[in-house]
């Protein structure tokens, strides 16, 4: 049974548009060579290896505009956040032959990029158990939301979007600031109104004065594992309540 792509946000379409135009998918010199204008062709996408699935909507959508005013058929046999198996036929796809040709690489770089994304979250979620699995901003410039819906497919949890969605006072804010690291904290805290604030803890002292100045998380820096086993019980039994990274 065929499924339906995911939707594409309105904000995201730029972002396909863009793509097809800096490929010149609507002016590919060889298909309109040698490839009639009134031919039509039937293609499928098939995985490749074991992965999870993301970017349908793009792909979808970048095939669609191609298409234009022409009628085309897209059939999908799974879904972003799917696990597929190498050898599994993803979608069929059914149009004016020169269009689908022209979009190909630009469906294909999305849902590529975006499944691997999704892949790698969901292999990091399976390793984690419990513990909650967060993206962060070291993201490809201009893929940032397609990456962070790619990592919500492959089941993990959109951190900040950006430098203005929340305050996370980190090492150089601390070293910028002019103030010890409890008065910078209570200035970020006065200044936050009712955006969440992080801080980054280097030492359990750290850690342990953020979660008392009321710190929405605590980001334990550069601890080693051994020192995470130690550190993490001690202030959860201090902090019920309190979110650690």
């Known amino acids: 049974m ?4 995911a ?6 379409i730029s972002l396909v548009v863009d793509a097809l135009e800096e490929d010149h998918a609507a002016a590919d010199a060889t298909s309109m060579a040698v490839v009639p204008a009134e031919a039509w062709a039937e293609g499928k996408i098939i995985a490749k290896a074991n992965g999870v699935l993301a970017g349908t909507g793009f792909a979808d ?21 799917d696990a597929v198996q190498a050898g599994s036929e993803i979608m069929t796809i059914c149009g004016p032959a020169r269009a689908l040709l022209g979009a190909e690489r630009t469906a294909l770089n999305f849902l590529q990029q975006l499944s691997g994304v999704a892949t790698l979250t969901s292999k990091a979620v399976s390793e984690a158990g419990e513990i909650q699995v967060f993206d962060t901003r070291k993201t490809t410039p201009g893929l940032r939301d397609a990456q962070k819906l790619a990592v919500v497919a492959g089941g993990g949890v959109n951190h900040r979007r950006d430098l203005e969605d929340q305050l996370l006072i980190k090492e150089n804010h601390f070293a910028l600031s002019g103030l010890t690291y409890s008065e ?10 009712s955006k969440p604030v992080g801080v980054e803890a280097e030492t359990e002292e750290q850690a342990r004065l953020a979660l008392q100045a009321g710190a929405t998380y605590v980001m334990l820096d550069d601890f080693l594992p051994v020192d995470l086993q130690n550190v993490a019980p001690k202030l959860r039994k201090e902090f019920p309540n309190a979110v650690l990274e």
């Open 2 to 5: 065929p499924h339906l792509s």
């Open 7 to 12: 939707a594409l946000p309105d904000t995201l």
């Open 61 to 81: 959508f970048a095939f669609s505009r191609a298409f234009g005013d022409s009628s085309g058929a897209i059939h999908w046999f799974a879904s972003d956040g």
């Open 184 to 193: 910078t904290i209570a200035k970020a805290m006065t200044e936050a109104g």
